[in-house]
């Protein structure tokens, strides 16, 4: 009357190829959405690697500028020596400034 039914033996085995089918689609998803970001952050990546060239461009512009001003007023050495100085001071405060927060807050005892 209802035809013949499959037994428990061919459901289980059913159930586990579909669960392995579905697991492998999964995967396969998940792949495909993590290549798509990968490829959007490379993207993005040279994007701030050449922002971070055009800035350094124009910040060695800038100094170079302060030196050519400066050497209006003291000799050409005198004011090389005092840009970089003055650069070299600011480079030495930002990383100790920096070294300092990578410790992290101090505990007291």
Same mark, same amino acid.
């Given at each position: 009357? @209802? $035809? +013949?039914?499959?037994? !428990? *033996?061919? =459901?289980? $085995?059913? #159930? !586990? %190829?579909?669960?392995?089918?579905? !697991? &492998?689609? +999964?995967?396969? =998803?998940?792949?495909?959405?993590? *290549? +798509?970001?990968?490829?959007?952050?490379? &993207?993005?990546?040279? =994007? @701030?690697?050449?922002? $971070?060239?055009?800035?350094?461009?124009?910040?060695?512009?800038? #100094?170079?500028?302060? !030196?050519?001003? =400066?050497? *209006?007023?003291?000799?050409?050495?005198?004011?090389?020596?005092?840009?970089?100085?003055?650069?070299?001071? #600011?480079?030495?405060?930002?990383?100790?400034? $920096?070294?300092?927060?990578?410790?992290?807050? +101090?505990? %007291?005892?």
């Amino acid at each position: 009357m @209802f $035809g +013949e039914q499959p037994g !428990v *033996t061919t =459901l289980v $085995g059913r #159930l !586990v %190829d579909e669960s392995r089918t579905l !697991v &492998s689609a +999964e995967v396969a =998803l998940y792949k495909a959405k993590a *290549t +798509e970001r990968l490829s959007a952050y490379k &993207s993005a990546i040279v =994007l @701030f690697v050449v922002a $971070g060239i055009l800035a350094l461009a124009a910040l060695i512009a800038l #100094l170079v500028g302060l !030196v050519m001003a =400066l050497s *209006t007023v003291l000799h050409p050495i005198w004011a090389t020596l005092i840009v970089v100085g003055v650069v070299l001071v #600011l480079a030495a405060i930002l990383g100790i400034v $920096g070294k300092g927060r990578l410790a992290g807050p +101090e505990r %007291d005892a």
